[in-house]
């Protein structure tokens, strides 16, 4: 089975900026999350989406949302970017109980400049 | 108090040595259990997960649970230079559902 798949895999933005993240998860996964992982703070939840709904959310401003699409497919957006944005996104998929096993995407590593 | 306690390290171990990684979580609700390896510039690949009191090996690691003392610990046995990475804690089932990840330590084998 193909793994977690991210795209892109960097990008740079500036200030004020939005950007979308995409996300596909493993076949047959129904559960998407989305981590932001710093130096300082690791790994850090922003939401769960399953069955194209968001079943569960961190603690991160309105700016960041997300969606799921009816093929498990995620995305994420962040939309006025400021300087402390910058970080690696990753998504993790599971098949849909939320006790199991998460599997990490090679995730993206955002710069906003 | 933060929800899932990891030693930032670095732990430095010899070669051949075990390695021993603890984790602490605040949650005593908290049923699943994880440990992950992150190469630098890398995304968290799991290694082991345990639900239950008491040791689960596979392989050279063994991961260990201690849900009376809230404690989770993996070791590594004969360590190798290709397992200097950072180590992942992370904690699921408790109140909030979530999977709680502590900041990891970072594990050197000294050849």
């Known amino acids: 089975k193909a793994g977690v798949t991210q795209t892109p895999r960097y990008l740079i933005k500036t200030r004020g900026q939005q950007v979308t993240l995409s996300c596909s998860p493993i076949s047959g996964h129904r559960s998407v999350s989305w981590y932001q992982q710093t130096p300082g703070q690791g790994l850090q939840f922003l939401f769960e989406y399953f069955s194209e709904t968001q079943r569960n959310k961190g603690n991160f401003p309105g700016r960041f949302s997300g969606r799921q699409f009816s093929n498990s497919r995620s995305e994420m957006n962040v939309s006025t970017l400021e300087l402390g944005d910058s970080a690696l996104y990753l998504c993790?998929?599971?098949?849909?109980?939320?006790?199991?096993?998460?599997?990490f995407g090679p995730g993206t590593r955002l710069l906003v400049l | 108090q933060k929800e899932v306690e990891q030693n930032s390290g670095p732990l430095s171990v010899p070669e051949g040595a075990i390695a021993s990684l603890n984790c602490t979580y605040s949650?005593?609700?908290?049923?699943?259990f994880f440990w992950y390896r992150q190469y630098s510039g890398k995304s968290p690949e799991l290694i082991m997960f345990i639900y239950s009191n008491g040791d689960k090996e596979d392989g050279r690691f063994t991961a260990q649970l201690n849900k009376a003392s809230q404690y989770v610990s993996l070791l590594i046995r004969d360590s190798q230079p290709s397992d200097s990475a950072t180590y992942l804690c992370?904690?699921?089932?408790?109140?909030?559902?979530?999977?709680?990840f502590g900041t990891g330590t970072l594990l050197a084998v000294q050849p």
């Open positions: 992370a904690v699921s089932g408790g109140a909030t559902n979530k999977l709680i």
């Open positions: 993790a998929s599971s098949l849909g109980d939320s006790q199991e096993t998460q599997y």
């Open positions: 949650d005593r609700g908290s049923q699943s």
